[in-house]
T-cell receptor
Framework: AQSVTQLDSQVPVFEEAPVELRCNYSSSVSVYLFWYVQYPNQGLQLLLKYLSGSTLVKGINGFEAEFKKSETSFHLTKPSAHMSDAAEYFCAVRLSGGSNYKLTFGKGTLLTVNP | ETGVTQSPTHLIKTRGQQVTLRCSSQSGHNTVSWYQQALGQGPQFIFQYYREEENGRGNFPPRFSGLQFPNYSSELNVNALELDDSALYLC?????????????FGQGTRLTVV
């Protein structure tokens, strides 16, 4: 079975400050990794994904993440936060390959951006 | 291309009642998954349907059941509602033939059980 740990339940930053949201996962088999964002009372929007290849993945809205297999981590970063980035962020994993799309999510990290 | 749409957006039910939630998958997608997101938690996988067959289930009791129709739309049915069933229910669709495509989520249905 897979599991995801998001180490911080809440991360406060100032506008234009760098952002780092941490994610660690556990799995005995190969996985795909995802970051989703959720705005209040809305569904989930995909920010970025790692399937294979380059371990540095770029996503929408200036976010990127680096897959570090040795550390089983997939931390999300952004060089400069905007007020519009305030939202809940979820890290997720699923088994690589196959047709089972079951995503296992972390508990989420609430990013707050202060002026 | 149309996105994933869910209905209704909100509803309130009484404990013991039954509820049906609906999901229209994104155009061309043949796989639908359902998730339950309790307040302050990450989404939890309920089950997945691929070409009208259930092909994966999470740790949910049998009173959570589903259907997928020939047009790949889907329903989630919950019988004998309990207070703990209050949550945001999310539907996600994807294309099942290849293993490396993403899941697209709907806006969710907010279910409140009183």
């Amino acid at each position: 079975a897979q599991s995801v740990t998001q180490l911080d339940s809440q991360v406060p930053v100032f506008e234009e400050a760098p952002v780092e949201l941490r994610c660690n996962y556990s799995s005995s088999v190969s996985v795909y990794l995802f970051w989703y964002v959720q705005y209040p009372n809305q569904g989930l929007q995909l920010l970025l994904k790692y399937l294979s290849g380059s371990t540095l993945v770029k996503g929408i809205n200036g976010f990127e993440a680096e897959f570090k297999k040795s550390e089983t981590s997939f931390h999300l970063t952004k060089p400069s936060a905007h007020m519009s980035d305030a939202a809940e962020y979820f890290c997720a994993v699923r088994l690589s390959g196959g047709s089972n799309y079951k995503l296992t999510f972390g508990k989420g990290t609430l990013l707050t951006v202060n002026p | 291309e149309t996105g994933v749409t869910q209905s209704p957006t909100h509803l309130i039910k009484t404990r013991g009642q039954q509820v049906t939630l609906r999901c229209s998958s994104q155009s061309g997608h043949n796989t639908v998954s359902w998730y339950q997101q309790a307040l302050g938690q990450g989404p939890q996988f309920i089950f997945q349907y691929y070409r009208e067959e259930e092909n994966g289930r999470g740790n949910f009791p049998p009173r959570f059941s589903g259907l997928q129709f020939p047009n790949y739309s889907s329903e989630l049915n919950v019988n004998a509602l309990e207070l703990d069933d209050s949550a945001l229910y999310l539907c996600a669709s994807s294309l099942g033939e290849t293993g490396n495509t993403e899941a697209f989520f709907g806006q969710g249905t907010r279910l409140t059980v009183v």
